[in-house]
């Protein structure tokens, strides 16, 4: 690619063209509207995290914390999901709580003293979907713009931080990473094979050879009893 298009020309990413007779789909590395687009040559975890890291651990804080909604839901769901259980009535035929029927059913019981406890619980559960929606709304949100950024990136990249994203983030990295695990192959095989050689030779030769001239002075002892006479 940077043989035949340049370093500048070969950076820029490829527009994805679906084929939906052969039914071709290639994951895309970003979108941009509805445009999807693969970075061939600088991988787009590269380019984020030499320009982008900041806005990428933001992210991912904003997806944790969109986690522990869920859990907590998983642990009320588990509490309160039996037949007997105050989330009972708002269970699907899978089982599943769904916001509509939380909705639907605050709205029959609220009014009602006697479905307090329930009522409570739901209004818990109500407010952890829209804790979790609200959420998940902005890591959207930031991935579009992180997105935005990126695909504006590619275009303005000189071809100094081009070979600088290619040559040392992507391609030293790789072998960087890949040169331990191939010291630690070898040596896993030098160490099995001294461990090979050292149990065949844990015995010196001399005491092998005093132990096979005793073997075989009981074997001609036992052979004289048995009344074997040889030459």
């Known amino acids: ?27 895309p590395d970003f979108t941009v509207g509805k445009r999807k687009f693969k970075a061939d040559l600088i991988p787009v975890n590269v ?8 806005e990428q651990a933001a992210i991912e804080i904003l997806e944790s914390e969109a986690a522990a909604p869920v859990q907590s839901m998983e642990e009320m769901a588990e509490e309160h999901g039996g037949d007997e259980g105050l ?20 709205k029959e019981i609220k009014d009602d003293a006697k479905f307090a406890d329930e009522l409570n619980v739901l209004m818990d559960y109500l407010a952890l979907i829209e804790q979790e ?27 100094d931080e081009i070979k600088t994203l290619v040559v040392d983030d992507k391609w030293l990295a790789t072998i960087a990473a890949a ?8 040596s896993q ?10 149990e065949r030779y844990a015995r010196p030769l001399p005491k092998l050879t005093q132990e096979l001239e005793t ?7 036992h052979l004289k009893k048995m009344g074997a006479v040889w030459s």
């Open 87 to 106: 989330l009972a009535e708002v269970k699907n035929d899978k089982g599943k709580v769904t916001k509509a029927a939380v909705i639907a059913r605050i």
């Open 179 to 186: 040169v331990p695990s191939q010291l630690d192959r070898v």
């Open 133 to 159: 929606t609200d959420t998940n709304n902005r890591v959207k949100d930031a991935q579009k713009k992180l997105e935005a950024k990126i695909a504006a990136k590619y275009g303005k990249l000189t071809e």
């Open 47 to 54: 380019l984020v995290a030499h320009y982008f890291a900041a």
């Open 1 to 27: 690619m940077i043989v035949s298009d340049g370093w500048k020309e070969a950076t820029k990413p490829r527009l994805i063209i679906e084929d939906k007779d052969r039914k071709t789909k290639e994951k």
């Open 215 to 221: 073997l075989a002075a009981r074997v001609d002892e």
């Open 189 to 198: 095989a030098l160490s099995g094979r001294i461990h090979q050689l050292a």
